[in-house]
């Protein structure tokens, strides 16, 4: 027979199953390294550990049964009573086969929820195929379909039970990635803070990373941290922190909204300084500035670190003049303010004529022409557009960028 022998769904408990997949995503967070889990794109990671871990629940073609040639064999059988010999006679081998979709992993699991019965098959993946086979001592129909349709029986009466505990694990492996991941990131951020606490350099050599496999099925590539990357220990801002950031300057600029004194007149300055006011005050350790030399020029927000001046998180603010200027201010911000190191960042715009609602189509068809585009990253609200980016001259390094709009038409 071709294919791996197994007792159908019954070779493995599923709460061992449970626990031994668990153990490999542990073990291949853990086996990464610091710079690895630092440094690497973490949504990535997380997207490419999700789908090498999915499975995907069995689907099988009953409706497409194929009977192989049956092989004829002289076998010595007993007579039919306890005085007649043994004699040779023809028996045919069967087997009957099906075409299967999913994760052929799920033929072992013995659900929580057991039929009490199984039966030897045989599982190929390439092509993908379960057979089972048995033996006909006469050429009698009526025997042949009664003996495939008890062995068919007998081999998949646990099919859905298996499916199902494979969905309950699909519907964990978000948290479990998360948990475990977070984890170690933890761990690993905690004794850099340490180190830096007690002025020990930290990783000033990064060795190469690794390369990595691909999940076939769902064609999502382990990522991976180019080997001119550097890691350090300079602060970061959070995932945590920059979703407050943008919080908060969403819900500063539609309460202005409804508040045309705190806008009239204003000009971009004018504009930017009332958001400069509420950050400044809210973050402990940092700082807040405007119109701040950084790289290539001036830009409108920079909250920094204020132990070392490390840049956090970079915004710039403009009027809406017209979807070239608003391409324009795109290529300037990324191309003139941000460095490698920055990660996170805002355009605000502020819409002066009527019909927002036009503008904000128009940005999410231009945006998506834009040459740093990467993907979208969803929306925070009818006018906080949620984008991710890639710098310009390293299109690996990924970058956080949120589109703004408030609208000040008075």
């Known amino acids: ?44 990671f997380k997207k490419y550990l999700i789908s090498n871990y999915t499975i995907d629940l069995l689907g099988i073609d009953f409706d497409n049964e194929q009977i192989d040639k049956p092989i004829v064999k002289k076998e010595m059988v007993k007579g039919f009573s306890i005085y007649e010999r043994q004699y040779e006679k023809e028996v045919y081998h069967f087997t009957i086969r099906y075409s299967f979709k999913g994760s052929s992993i799920i033929f072992k699991i013995r659900p929580s929820h057991f039929v009490m019965t199984t039966e030897i098959i045989y599982v ?98 382990q990522p991976v941290v180019a080997k001119n990357k550097e890691f350090s220990s300079e602060p970061m801002m959070s995932k945590e922190i920059y979703d407050d950031i943008l919080k908060v300057i969403y819900d500063s600029g539609k309460n202005m909204e409804k508040k045309p004194a705190l806008y009239k007149d204003k000009d971009e300055e004018g504009l930017r300084d009332q958001f400069l006011f509420v950050l400044e005050s809210r973050y402990d350790g940092t700082t807040a500035t405007g119109e701040t030399f950084n790289r290539g020029g001036k830009t409108d927000i920079i909250l920094k670190y204020a132990k070392d001046g490390t840049n956090l998180f970079i915004a710039e603010c403009k009027i809406w003049h017209g979807s070239s200027e608003f391409l324009k201010a795109i290529s300037q911000l990324f191309d003139r303010y941000l460095t490698w190191r920055d990660s996170k960042t805002a355009l605000i715009i502020f819409v002066k004529s009527k019909d927002i609602t036009m503008i904000i189509n128009t940005i999410k068809t231009d945006v998506k022409g834009h040459e740093y585009y990467a993907s979208e990253n969803g929306s925070r609200g009818d006018s906080s557009l949620s984008y991710i980016f890639h710098m310009p001259q390293d299109r690996e390094k990924k970058v956080y960028f949120e589109i703004i709009l408030f609208h000040y038409d008075k």
């Open 124 to 221: 190929t993946d390439n092509p993908k195929t379960v057979s089972f086979s048995f033996k006909l001592y006469n050429q009698d129909a009526n025997e042949f379909n009664r003996i495939k349709n008890e062995k068919s029986r007998n081999a998949f009466a646990n099919l859905d039970n298996a499916n199902n505990e494979a969905l309950a694990w699909n519907s964990r492996l978000s948290e479990l990635v998360n948990l475990y991941f977070n984890a170690t990131k933890s761990k690993y951020e905690s004794e850099n803070n340490f180190y830096v606490a007690i002025n020990l350099k930290v990783n000033q050599v990064t060795p190469s990373v690794f390369s990595a496999p691909t999940v076939v099925k769902k064609i999502i590539p």
């Open 1 to 44: 027979m071709n294919g791996n022998s197994i007792k159908a769904f019954y070779q493995v408990d599923y709460n061992d199953f449970v626990q031994q997949l668990t153990e490999r995503i542990k073990n291949e967070i853990e086996g990464k390294g610091k710079e690895y889990i630092l440094g690497v794109d973490e949504d990535e």
